[in-house]
């Protein structure tokens, strides 16, 4: 059965500093998306990042990276050079697009980050 | 653009009231999702509709009732409110196709007591 799991519950990080996020994956379906959301105190779902399962390099967006391990079934959330703003609930979601495409999210558990100043 | 907009943003409901959660998008989206997210959890989708008049269960639909009569707008039916349905209630919706992220609502944080 499709599942996300994110094991970080809680991470800090100072500021300016590079961090990791972890994501692991399960899907049977051999065409699926991963992507990551953000979730500020204030509550809004903040789209940051998407991963093809079959896209051959790393997507990035400005400060974020995913790190794409496909054998692994890892989508690891790198953020470069934090910011105090980057203190928030990170999640990670997978969509499988195979015969069922729905469009329908599976969400992780989130993971909260802290950056220190 | 407004995007996907949902009403109320706060509600308070007794055990045993009912209510409907607004949601429409202006975006010409046919693929619409209600999620619920209860504290410290990530969401879990409750109703799911792939076009007007096409409404499906996602994970956690009991208690829920959707309809879609057009497709700006997907509504969603609490029926008896029960304290296990407080929570923060998102509408999203997408076009599909790779790459394309969903788009959320603000939420509804609903409390029942």
């Known amino acids: 059965a499709q599942k996300i799991t994110q094991t970080q519950p809680g991470m800090f990080v100072q500021e300016k500093e590079a961090v990791t996020l972890d994501c692991t994956y399960d899907t049977s379906d051999p065409s699926y998306g991963l992507f990551w959301y953000k979730q500020p105190s204030s509550g809004e779902m903040i789209f940051l990042i998407y991963?093809?399962?079959?896209?051959?390099q790393n997507a990035t967006e400005g400060r974020y990276s995913l790190n794409f391990q496909k054998a692994r079934k890892s989508a690891n959330l790198v953020i470069s050079a934090s910011q105090l703003g980057d203190s928030a609930m990170y999640f990670c979601?997978?969509?499988?697009?195979?015969?069922?495409?729905?469009?329908?999210?599976?969400f992780g558990q989130g993971t909260t980050l802290q950056v220190k100043p | 653009n407004a995007g996907v907009t949902q009403t109320p943003k706060f509600r308070i409901l007794k055990i045993g009231q009912s209510m409907t959660l607004q949601c429409t998008q202006d975006?010409?989206?046919?693929?619409m999702y209600w999620y619920r997210q209860d504290p410290g959890m990530g969401l879990k989708l409750i109703y799911y509709s792939v076009g007007a008049g096409i409404t499906d269960k996602g994970e956690v639909p009991n208690g829920y009732n959707v309809s879609r009569s057009t497709t700006e707008d997907f509504p969603l039916r609490l029926e008896l409110a029960a304290p296990s349905q407080t929570s923060v209630y998102f509408c999203a919706s997408n076009i599909l196709g790779s790459a394309y992220e969903q788009y959320f609502g603000p939420g509804t944080r609903l409390t029942v007591t």
């Open positions: 991963q093809g399962s079959y896209d051959q």
């Open positions: 975006m010409n989206h046919n693929y």
């Open positions: 979601a997978m969509r499988e697009d195979g015969s069922s495409n729905t469009g329908k999210l599976i």
